[in-house]
């Protein structure tokens, strides 16, 4: 008897129990990204758009000449060859877009700032190098972060519209925060904020860490580079190449410490003294919040030191090396909520300890989008980069070629198999849901096809609304600004 990951199947029983009809429902959910007895940190990778990358990447190691000799494969490459460039010709693609400028430059990646040429529409689009990835996989996770964009509907998390591929990059397409970082913003208040401001930022960046650790995942690199300001002057937390999912028991299993130096939490630091083999919880994201907490204040990091090993010790005897200068004067509150996150793992504040703090007192957590933020930037167009630091981009390098395997099949492309994903697809398959369900062989009833086609109406109609508000938002802006 075969046993299948969702469940196991006898042929001779269960198979007669449900109708090919539903079965073959439920056959086109799973090709959708959501089968029905999956939730939604489990849901499969294989999509439409994961389906289309396995059948690209299948006809690519085909197409090798090596393989190319052998008569079934030449027959198959010959017999799909138009229908795959057809189908490879409606993806998304880089010259969809137009660069119009650059906002962030790494080691493994760069985010340009783009305009889509058909609709005029900006976004942020981050270009990660393959190569690069490959070669970096314990330190890089780009299908991490893929997931966490393409899953998430957090406010505090940029919605994605596209993901792709091609021959030397992966591309994450989603919404331009034109507001700059919150360290363009440290340096624009030259490194010191009041309290009321470090109040406000510190408050919705912690809802915004805990948006990723609900989905099941820990950051691991939290950071103001990586804490963007959208342009209502509110935050989003980006960059979730270093996150990690966490496993039943809340924690990750990790070879090598990920993230940021000056804001690694000391049980990260302890895998580099270990066997290789060690665990720690989502409590690092919480050291990192009061490192910015601490930068906020005093305009540098507690821990920083020269060289990354002098840094590393200084925050694995934090107990010695944590100070806090007399000026400037901080209220009492804001000191013990620093010395509540910047501590033991076991003694350091949660996100329900962060809610209840004493400095918070102030704050209403299920209303702060809507208050307003001290901080709205100025903009001169939508594509306007001038909040930004001006990035250094001699740290992205070009990817070199790859050698083909002698042997024909590489598997070099395998593990960007489900990387691809399109915001517009997934509103067709909620579509398509609906009307699925009213032809299924169940019987529903005229008052549920009512409900779900109204549901389907109100949906698109809320759509409608947003892009109508953000329209409004932006007219408002040229004519303050006119």
């Not at 030259?190 to 950051?219: K, R, T």
């Amino acid at each position: 008897m075969l046993k299948f990951k969702y469940g196991a199947r006898n042929p001779l029983d269960a198979g007669a129990a449900e109708p090919i009809a539903s079965r073959a429902s439920r056959l086109n959910l799973f090709f959708q990204g959501k089968p029905p007895c999956m939730t939604q940190q489990q849901m499969s990778p294989l999509s439409r758009e994961g389906i289309l990358d396995a059948l690209f990447v299948l006809f690519k190691e085909c197409s090798q000449p090596a393989l190319m000799k052998i008569k079934h494969v030449s027959n198959f490459v010959q017999k799909y060859a138009d229908v795959i460039a057809e189908l490879q010709e409606l993806q998304p693609s880089a010259k969809d877009f137009e660069v119009r400028g650059l906002v962030g430059c790494g080691h493994f990646a760069e985010v340009q700032v783009v305009r889509e040429r058909a609709t005029g529409d900006i976004y942020a689009m981050k270009v990660m190098k393959k190569e690069a990835l490959l070669a970096q996989e314990q330190v890089s996770f780009f299908e991490e972060e893929q997931n966490i964009l393409s899953r998430s509907t957090s406010p505090w998390i940029p919605q994605l519209q596209y993901a792709f591929q091609d021959k030397h990059n992966l591309y994450l397409v989603m919404e331009y925060q034109p507001g700059g970082d919150l360290l363009s913003l440290l340096n624009r208040y030259e490194d010191q904020l009041d309290e009321n401001m470090i109040q406000f930022y510190l408050a919705e960046v912690i809802l915004a860490v805990h948006s990723v650790h609900q989905m099941g995942y820990v950051h691991r690199d939290i950071k103001p580079e990586n804490i963007l300001i959208d342009r209502m002057g509110h935050i989003k937390l980006v960059d979730f190449g270093s996150a990690a999912k966490m496993n039943s028991n809340k924690l990750v299993n990790a070879k090598l410490p990920v993230g940021t130096p000056d804001y690694m939490a000391p049980e990260v630091l302890t895998l580099m003294n270990g066997d290789g083999k060690g665990a720690y919880g989502l409590d690092c994201d919480w050291w990192s919040v009061g490192v910015i907490a601490y930068e906020m204040v005093y305009g540098r990091s507690p821990f920083t030191e020269g060289t990354s090993a002098r840094t590393f010790n200084n925050i694995m005897n934090f107990q010695r090396f944590l100070k806090f200068p007399d000026d400037p004067k901080v209220s009492s509150e804001l000191l013990d909520l620093i010395q509540s996150l910047l501590c033991g793992q076991r003694e350091r504040l949660k996100f329900e300890g962060l809610c209840c703090h004493p400095f918070f007192s102030k704050i209403n957590w299920n209303n702060i989008r809507n208050s307003p933020p001290p901080f709205v930037p100025t903009l001169k167009s939508d594509d306007d980069t001038s909040n930004f630091d001006e990035p250094e981009k001699n740290s992205w390098v070009s990817s070199s070629p790859r050698q083909l395997n002698p042997s024909g099949f590489s598997g070099e492309e395998l593990p960007f198999v489900g990387f691809s994903y399109n915001k517009a697809l997934g509103i067709l398959g909620r579509s398509e849901s609906v009307v699925s369900s009213l032809d299924s062989p169940a019987k529903t009833s005229s008052m549920e096809k009512k409900l779900l086609i109204k549901s389907k109406e109100l949906q698109d109609s809320q759509d409608k609304c947003h892009k109508m508000e953000q329209e409004m938002t932006r007219l408002h802006r040229r004519v303050s600004g006119g």
